[in-house]
């Protein structure tokens, strides 16, 4: 189960699909609107790349798009005077213009019809050369990926952290009666089908090295668990029991699966290897047991039950022994997702009726925070570097992507005309 929604259909078989390989050709388009407005920013001056005009792709506004994105960035129109990566500031003058980091960079067309692209960063307070990079020459199908990278470049020199603009997505979409698994970058663009049919697809899930994504699908007339290869197509049943197999989620290193079974019964967790062999129990009950989601030790997983009553999330430990009640505020918690230093929980909480929206918790102390204002939020899952989340809600009549950073101040809409989108999942930076 993946959203609130799920938690009350766990019965449902009734899907269908048709696997297809990876393709080097964009099929989806979103468009980024980025809204609210972060307490503590570093303005940076992001000057377009010399020659950028000539560029097929705007490689100097997907980079402002990221990093304003992040929350942790105020991007300044770059002003004349830093034209490439060649240039040398006059750090006194920018300091006075209340600039704290400067990039910039060039584009030319090879003879070959490659593109070069270099880019360069400067820490105007420090009065550095933080460096700069020359991309490997690049045909036009990969710029926006050079243009992450540069991103990533400087995210990662400014915050001494990873970047994750170079990482993907994944999300279902429904259109024309038919639905959709879809992976794109991690702004929304350059979509590609993994997987399409008319009936519905659930719960995709990444393996940690970023080239298998475990989902579900009723090809067969039932909730069927498959692991499919993004690159090639292939796939692989691992879970095709009687009943009902559901909500993939994969162990941080990559040789397990937990699963939601009702192959003896109510729906409870179960662990297998990444083929769908050594199967063993972890929960026994009565109780609806749904929704695994693995710490990120490996040694413990959370996950939705409803043996307090009403949904809640509960830990268990891989190893097995007594369940322990990890939300108590409000009668109905769904949808876990561990922060990748395993001290923060976000979840889908009911608020004041029917409103279902994205919460974070601190694990240690209990304190909780809702980040959302929207009331039919879904499926949060964290970016890698746990630095903001990707969710699901509706708005404008539509079934929409957000992401928020963590405090919620800084939020951006992925948004595809007349596309309903679900059940997003954030890729691992891979390996």
């Keep these: 189960m993946t959203s609130r929604r799920q938690f009350s259909r766990l019965?449902?078989?009734?899907?269908?699909?048709?696997?297809?390989?990876?393709?080097?050709?964009?099929?989806?388009?979103?468009?980024?609107?980025?809204?609210?407005?972060?307490?503590?920013?570093?303005?940076?001056?992001?000057?377009?790349?010399?020659?950028?005009?000539?560029?097929?792709?705007?490689?100097?506004?997907?980079?402002?798009?990221?990093?304003?994105?992040?929350?942790?960035?105020?991007?300044?129109?770059?002003?004349?005077g830093v034209t490439d990566e060649n240039a040398r500031p006059a750090y006194p003058d920018w300091r006075a213009k209340a600039v704290d980091a400067l990039a910039a960079g060039s584009i030319a067309r090879l003879a070959d019809g490659r593109f070069d692209v270099r880019y360069r960063l400067w820490d105007v307070v420090k009065g550095a050369d933080l460096g700069g990079k020359a991309a490997p020459p690049s045909g036009k199908d990969e710029l926006r990926g050079v243009a992450h990278e540069m991103s990533d470049f400087i995210y990662e020199k400014l915050t001494n952290e990873r970047g994750v603009f170079s990482t993907r997505i994944a999300y279902v979409s429904k259109a024309a009666g038919r639905y959709t698994l879809w992976i794109a970058d991690a702004d929304g663009e350059a979509a590609q089908v993994a997987l399409t049919g008319p009936e519905p697809i659930m719960s995709p899930s990444w393996s940690p090295d970023a080239r298998e994504l475990a989902y579900v699908s009723f090809e067969e007339r039932k909730a069927v668990v498959y692991v499919q290869d993004v690159y090639a197509g292939k796939?692989?049943?691992?879970?095709?029991?009687?009943?009902?197999?559901?909500?993939?989620?994969?162990?941080?290193?990559?040789?397990?699966?937990?699963?939601?079974?009702?192959?003896?019964?109510?729906?409870?967790i179960w662990l297998m290897n990444r083929n769908g062999g050594d199967l063993r129990r972890l929960t026994n009950g009565s109780s609806i047991d749904t929704e695994a989601t693995w710490a990120p030790d490996g040694k413990s997983l959370f996950f939705v039950s409803d043996r307090g009553g009403g949904p809640q999330i509960y830990r268990v430990q891989v190893a097995g022994g007594a369940v322990d009640r990890v939300t108590f505020a409000g009668n109905y918690n769904i949808s876990p997702a561990i922060s990748p230093d395993g001290r923060s929980l976000a979840y889908i909480s009911r608020n004041g009726g029917n409103n279902f929206q994205l919460t974070l918790m601190d694990i240690a102390t209990g304190t909780i925070?809702?980040?959302?204002?929207?009331?039919?939020?879904?499926?949060?899952?964290?970016?890698?570097?746990?630095?903001?989340?990707?969710?699901?809600?509706?708005?404008?009549?539509?079934?929409?992507?957000?992401?928020?950073?963590?405090?919620?101040?800084?939020?951006?809409?992925?948004?595809?005309?007349?596309?309903?989108?679900?059940?997003?999942?954030?890729?691992?930076?891979?390996?």
């Design 11 to 80: 019965a449902l078989s009734a899907l269908g699909g048709l696997a297809l390989p990876w393709s080097p050709a964009a099929l989806a388009q979103f468009r980024v609107e980025i809204s609210g407005v972060g307490a503590t920013q570093v303005p940076i001056s992001l000057a377009r790349l010399r020659d950028e005009d000539k560029s097929p792709v705007p490689i100097s506004a997907i980079v402002r798009a990221d990093l304003e994105r992040s929350g942790l960035f105020r991007v300044l129109d770059g002003i004349n």
């Design 235 to 268: 796939r692989r049943v691992v879970a095709n029991f009687k009943g009902s197999n559901s909500a993939p989620a994969w162990s941080p290193n990559g040789s397990m699966l937990a699963v939601t079974l009702t192959r003896d019964g109510p729906s409870q």
């Design 369 to 431: 925070r809702t980040l959302t204002d929207t009331n039919e939020d879904e499926s949060p899952s964290f970016a890698p570097n746990g630095r903001m989340l990707i969710y699901a809600t509706r708005a404008g009549g539509r079934d929409v992507l957000m992401t928020t950073t963590l405090d919620g101040a800084i939020k951006a809409r992925l948004g595809v005309p007349q596309v309903d989108v679900r059940e997003p999942t954030w890729g691992p930076f891979g390996r």
